[in-house]
């Protein structure tokens, strides 16, 4: 079908459904594509979301910028050092180089990336991208356990990664036998062998439709998805969110907290500057200190980062010259009325607020300007519509809450996932969010509808983090919800059955948050924690965590320990 069509009728291919050619040699991520059948409709009738059949987004991002004369321009600003187009694009082709020489990376290998956001992590990513390979970009945190489970599921090999970093790498190799090819950055080993490589690279011709990106999101369950997007979703992103929302042009930088293992930090801080030839500042340390004397030394024109981190700096944006900023955008959980408020008192600016999902790539909600409404998401961005349905999957009308669901030129396709028929329903993506639609279109956040906690922008999923306090020898049951937080939108509470002759405390529940730190990654351990002699239960034995929720309102009892 040509790209164009709006949708396919039942049972047929959807449109952007990948075709014949592809150039991949290791076709494992097209052999794990879901069904055509659990595909959700997808949407191509804007002209800027139309490519050619033939498209490298790394050759578009960063080698068409260099043909197009913008190679003296700058393009990537850390502390007080810059690189031009230029000089980035012969480093992106000198770790490409070593990428396919030094580590026999062929097209269609998934490479996993790990790193805090910095120029090698940056370089590395278009570089993998034009090398024809697939990124998997893994949050800096994440421990053996848990890249152990992404490089199983994918079948990861080849990583690149910060040698800072390098020692959870290691255990999953131990472990696992996965990441066995590792060329590590920052003790010269990658820098070594870059030197010896050519500025110069014959990208390679993917197709449109080629896997070029694996975003690994955490299910509900603690067993985490890798939604998998193409070649033109990353270029969507930039022609939905960077053009139309943000408007972005060559003479914006770009700054943000998101690390680029989060799609919206990628696209806020690689996809959408490069692709309009702006520039982004990469702060690799996102310290609200940090951020704020970053934007005021590069003059930044547009910050990216989380309700939580918008509530610490709107108390001290008055030290800081910010004149520069002409749009601020809140994104990673939903975004109060009083937190916009006060970023709006404190700066005069108005947050943009948006809803994206790893599964859709970036946002596809929200206003800008004086569209904006306090409180309120926004509305679908261009190429998209959403709706609220009812637990019949019925489309309601507008003044109606419901689920949220959603279509357009991206969409879900999970790898080898059983949960795409759940998340895809009758051609809509379903998020997992309550939402109510106004008369006016406008949509506002009400509440996730699963187990996934969301504590400033981070998800977590409330079972992963129960399974690592059960494999304590004092735990004999958990159960984990998110509990209100007026900073952190939300924050992981654990209720906890110890076993007999054990004694709740303060000593124990220290022990029992550091024992979750070094199991997991560390921003997913339980802030409050509350020891209970027994958990609600179903009949069946099944724990009732919404029993629990319902009784968090109404619970004094909470023991925090600061940060």
């Given at each position: 079908m040509s790209s164009s069509d709006a949708h396919s009728p039942p049972g047929a291919q959807p449109a952007g459904y990948p075709g014949d050619y592809t150039a991949h040699v290791d076709t494992f991520a097209r052999d794990n594509l879901p069904l055509a059948a659990h595909w959700p409709v997808m949407r191509f009738e804007r002209p800027e979301v139309r490519y050619p059949e033939r498209i490298n987004c790394g050759a ?504």
């Amino acid at each position: 079908m040509s790209s164009s069509d709006a949708h396919s009728p039942p049972g047929a291919q959807p449109a952007g459904y990948p075709g014949d050619y592809t150039a991949h040699v290791d076709t494992f991520a097209r052999d794990n594509l879901p069904l055509a059948a659990h595909w959700p409709v997808m949407r191509f009738e804007r002209p800027e979301v139309r490519y050619p059949e033939r498209i490298n987004c790394g050759a578009v991002l960063i080698d068409e910028a260099v043909e197009e004369g913008h190679g003296g321009r700058i393009a990537l600003i850390v502390d007080s050092r810059s690189w031009t187009y230029a000089q980035l694009l012969a480093d992106v082709n000198r770790i490409a180089n070593a990428l396919v020489r030094d580590l026999s990376v062929v097209p269609g290998n998934r490479v996993l990336l790990r790193g805090p956001n910095c120029p090698m992590l940056f370089a590395s990513w278009l570089a993998v991208m034009k090398v024809g390979a697939i990124a998997v970009t893994t949050m800096p945190l994440l421990r053996a356990k848990e890249l152990g489970q992404i490089a199983v599921k994918a079948q990861i090999d080849h990583a690149l990664c910060d040698a800072r970093l390098l020692q959870e790498v290691s255990l999953t190799t131990a472990q696992m036998g996965r990441l066995s090819r590792t060329l590590t950055w920052g003790d010269g080993s990658l820098e070594g062998l870059m030197a010896s490589h050519a500025p110069t690279f014959n990208n390679v011709e993917t197709a449109r439709d080629d896997v070029c990106l694996l975003a690994f999101t955490s299910g509900t369950t603690g067993d985490p998805k890798a939604t998998m997007h193409f070649h033109r979703d990353v270029l969507v992103m930039a022609d939905v969110v960077g053009r139309h929302l943000l408007e972005t042009t060559s003479d914006d930088i770009y700054i943000g907290s998101p690390p680029l293992g989060f799609t919206f930090g990628l696209g806020a801080q690689l996809v959408f500057p490069l692709r309009f030839r702006g520039a982004v500042a990469l702060v690799e340390q996102p310290s609200p200190e940090n951020l704020l004397t970053a934007v005021e030394k590069h003059r930044a024109t547009a910050l990216f980062t989380a309700p939580t981190m918008y509530r610490a700096l709107s108390t001290m944006v008055k030290d800081y010259d910010l004149r520069s900023i002409r749009r601020c955008v809140s994104a990673g959980e939903a975004l109060p009325k009083a937190t916009s408020d006060a970023w709006h008192a404190a700066t005069g600016i108005r947050l943009i607020d948006g809803i994206g999902a790893t599964e859709m790539i970036h946002m596809f909600i929200a206003s800008k300007g004086d569209e904006i409404r306090a409180g309120a998401t926004g509305k679908t961005l261009p190429g998209y519509e959403a709706v609220v349905l009812d637990e019949q999957n019925r489309v309601l009308p507008r003044g109606s809450s419901g689920r949220l669901a959603v279509r357009g030129p991206t969409g879900c396709r999970y790898l080898a996932d059983e949960r795409q028929k759940s998340y895809v329903i009758d051609g809509w993506n379903v998020t997992g969010d309550q939402y109510r639609v106004d008369e006016d279109g406008y949509f506002w956040f009400e509440s996730r509808s699963d187990d996934m906690i969301i504590s400033s922008g981070y998800n977590i999923a409330g079972p992963e983090v129960e399974a690592a306090l059960i494999a304590h020898p004092a735990v004999l049951e958990a159960a984990v919800i998110g509990a209100p937080d007026e900073d952190r939108g939300q924050v992981v509470k654990a209720f906890i059955v110890l076993r007999a002759g054990c004694t709740p405390g303060p000593i124990l529940q220290r022990e029992l948050q550091d024992f979750v730190k070094h199991t997991v990654a560390p921003y997913k351990y339980p802030r409050i924690l509350e020891f209970v002699t027994a958990l609600p239960k179903t009949s069946t034995g099944k724990i009732q965590r919404f029993v629990l929720r319902q009784q968090e309102s109404d619970c004094t009892a909470k023991v925090r320990v600061p940060d």
